[in-house]
């Protein structure tokens, strides 16, 4: 149902778009995000696009990721910018069918299969 790609290694300071394709269902009025996961980290959601097109992003990942919608492709993407190693992670997009926000993992309908992302120093 939800396709992810765009992941690699990279160098601090290069970017990376990452792509999450949707099947089955239409992402328009769906509430979408991105989330994260380091090894022996808990999974952290960094940017969520909702259902009207509002956007909100993780602390630290303010002012270099930017998640963004094509209704037509419907395909969700998270660029990223100026990447640090602490970015580092498997990267997973997710979608809540519905009005109504997600607020914690376990809202979410679908997950993607997760694309690793490897910052290098």
């Known amino acids: 149902q939800l396709q992810a790609s765009g992941g690699g290694s990279v160098q601090a300071g290069e970017s990376l778009r990452l792509s999450c394709r949707a099947s089955?269902?239409?992402?328009?009025?769906?509430?979408m995000a991105w989330y994260r996961q380091a090894p022996g980290k808990e999974r952290e959601r960094v940017a969520r696009?909702?259902?009207?097109?509002?956007?909100n992003y993780a602390d630290s990942v303010k002012g270099r990721f930017t998640i963004s919608g094509d209704n037509a492709k419907e395909t969700v993407y998270l660029q990223m910018h100026s990447l640090k190693p602490e970015d580092t992670a498997v990267y997973y997009c997710?979608?809540?069918?519905?009005?109504?926000?997600?607020?914690?993992?376990?809202?979410?309908?679908?997950w993607g299969q997760g694309t690793q992302v490897t910052v290098s120093s």
């Open positions: 696009i909702t259902n009207v097109g509002g956007t």
């Open positions: 997710a979608a809540r069918l519905g009005s109504t926000a997600a607020t914690k993992v376990a809202d979410y309908t679908y």
């Open positions: 089955g269902f239409s992402i328009s009025n769906t509430h």
